[in-house]
């Protein structure tokens, strides 16, 4: 589960951002391949295997003031419970620490088990290490 889409113009499912990046590379150590597929090839494969991002706002938030923020975040959380029970994950991955609170209040409002809930910081800067460990480990751990 992201934030938003950023107001840049980069995202996940155009293959040109940040978090696509990390998360190819979460996904490549994760099984161990010496190279994970590149650009579409790479969403069609996470898709095959149940793997996506949904984002809590409706639009992107990053060049918002914090509680406006904030606030179109929160307004996500119906809207999150509702994907939650609809697809019954094994697991939902917050990727951005702030938004770990709003993620886990959709996963209590549609009934998932708060221990399939996962946060992890947005993979950029100084946390990309981080994220990549992180979400590599987490899928290893749902492979076993």
């Not at 990046?21 to 590149?38: D, H, K, S």
């Not at 090839?41 to 295997?49: G, K, S, V």
């Not at 996500?76 to 620490?97: D, F, M, N, W, Y």
Request: charged content about 25%; glycine content about 10%.
């Amino acid at each position: 589960m992201g934030e938003s889409a950023p107001a840049g113009g980069s995202h996940v499912y155009l293959a040109n951002s940040n978090l696509f990046r990390a998360t190819r590379e979460a996904l490549r150590q994760a099984t161990g391949m010496g190279e994970a597929p590149e650009g579409e090839a790479f969403l069609d494969w996470c898709r095959a295997i149940g793997i996506w991002l949904v984002d809590l706002a409706d639009g992107p938030v990053n060049d918002l003031p914090d509680s406006e923020r904030e606030a179109r975040v929160r307004a996500g959380i119906g809207r999150l419970a509702a994907t939650i029970r609809e697809t019954a994950p094994e697991c939902v991955v917050a990727v951005k620490s702030s938004i770990g609170a709003f993620v886990r209040s959709a996963a209590m409002e549609a009934g998932l088990d708060e221990g399939r809930v996962e946060v992890l910081p947005f993979a950029q800067y100084q946390w990309r290490a981080a994220y990549v460990a992180g979400l590599s480990a987490i899928l290893r751990e749902r492979e076993g």
